[in-house]
Nanobody, 121 residues
């Protein structure tokens, strides 16, 4: 079983910054791709940024140049530094953690409970 703890959401004014953190734990063979997704009211859940186990990062076009994802492999932790926030960034942000229970098992996507981010004046 995988435990995911998210933190850092809140209310911020347009142009401000927030930092989200996600820590994963559990008796797994590996923690592979970790990332952040978001879901605004009435919309689907979309990828914001991901960080693969090999170090590759990928961002949604809407956040490129404003958000930075980083990873601490030893702690199974990712952070999302969000700068120049806009009202359209308002959403619930979910941490996604891909794990494998054994060396030859299929990858499983695990989700955190979500942390709300509100950008408003």
């Amino acid at each position: 079983q995988v435990q995911i703890v998210e933190s850092g959401g809140g209310l911020v004014q347009p142009g401000g910054s927030l930092r989200l953190s996600c820590v994963a734990s559990g008796n797994m063979f590996s923690f592979d791709t970790m990332g952040w997704y978001r879901q605004a009211p009435g919309k689907q859940r979309d990828m914001v940024a991901i960080h693969t186990s090999g170090g590759r990062t990928e961002y949604a076009d809407s956040v490129k140049g404003r958000f930075i994802i980083s990873r601490d492999y030893d702690k199974n932790m990712i952070t999302l530094q969000m700068n120049s926030l806009r009202p359209e960034d308002t959403a619930v942000y979910y941490c996604s953690v891909e794990t494998r229970a054994t060396w030859n098992s299929k990858a499983v996507i695990n989700w955190g409970e979500g942390t709300p981010v509100t950008v408003s004046s």
